[in-house]
């Protein structure tokens, strides 16, 4: 493992500064963190690491390679990215509609009501569907990582990935349950629920755009 040192130095880097980069995984830690408490945001922190393991494995397996070779199939994967996004997004206004009136989270505070499998699916499906880490994985592998790296130690850098996202997530989960953190987010209402809706509507919009751009490329040929 030390003749791969440096690597996995450039590696856990790249990967450290785009785990912390603002995006969906983020918007749904802080709003199931705030919504129903530190259990519900740590779930989903799990999810999300495991999540990972998802893009891990089918860019070991050469899948990813497929992916961005095939414009049918990555556009395929958009378009199911973007749809999800689009649920969560009628799913956080209709959450807000619900809760703009009292400002009170939707399980009246009690963490454990929103269930553990809940929350860890949603964190898991979030970014296992997201084709933006699709992306990623398939650069970081093909660029930072070595084409002669045995395979047993590039497992253990997705292994790695998948501690450093689900960590991290931990972190933002246990800052945005400060008690007052919390209520400063809670006393908001269904703004938080919008806001957090607005910020998946502009990733699936993105994502909707890029099919839209590719359409050219099909119909050229």
């Not at 393991?53 to 994967?77: C, F, K, Q, W």
């Not at 979030?126 to 070595?146: D, E, R, Y």
């Not at 050219?216 to 040929?221: A, K, S, Y």
Request: with cysteine.
């Amino acid at each position: 493992m030390s003749a791969h040192f440096h690597e996995f130095v450039s590696l856990a880097l790249i990967h450290l500064l785009a785990v912390i980069a603002p995006g969906p995984d983020f918007a749904v830690t802080v709003r199931q963190s705030v919504r129903h408490g530190r259990w519900a945001g740590v779930q989903v922190a799990i999810g999300i690491g495991a999540g990972i393991s998802v893009h891990v494995l089918y860019t070991l397996l050469g899948v990813g390679t497929l992916l961005h070779a095939n414009a049918l199939l990555m556009t395929v994967t958009r378009i199911l990215g973007a749809t999800y996004l689009l649920y969560l997004v009628y799913s956080f206004l209709r959450s807000a509609g619900r809760s703009s009136s009292t400002g009170k989270p939707d399980d009246a505070g009690n963490p454990a009501a929103l269930g553990w499998r809940r929350s860890f699916l949603l964190g898991f499906i979030t970014n296992a569907t997201n084709p933006k880490a699709t992306l990623f994985f398939l650069a970081i592998f093909t660029t930072v990582v070595s084409a002669g790296t045995p395979l047993k130690v590039q497992v253990l850098y997705g292994v790695w990935m998948c501690l450093v996202n689900a960590g991290w997530f931990v972190l933002v989960s246990v800052l945005f349950t400060q008690q007052a953190v919390r209520d400063r987010f809670l006393r908001m209402g269904g703004w938080l629920e919008g806001a957090m809706a607005m910020v998946f509507l502009v990733f699936a919009g993105r994502l909707l755009w890029e099919v839209a751009s590719s359409l050219p490329l099909f119909l050229d040929q």
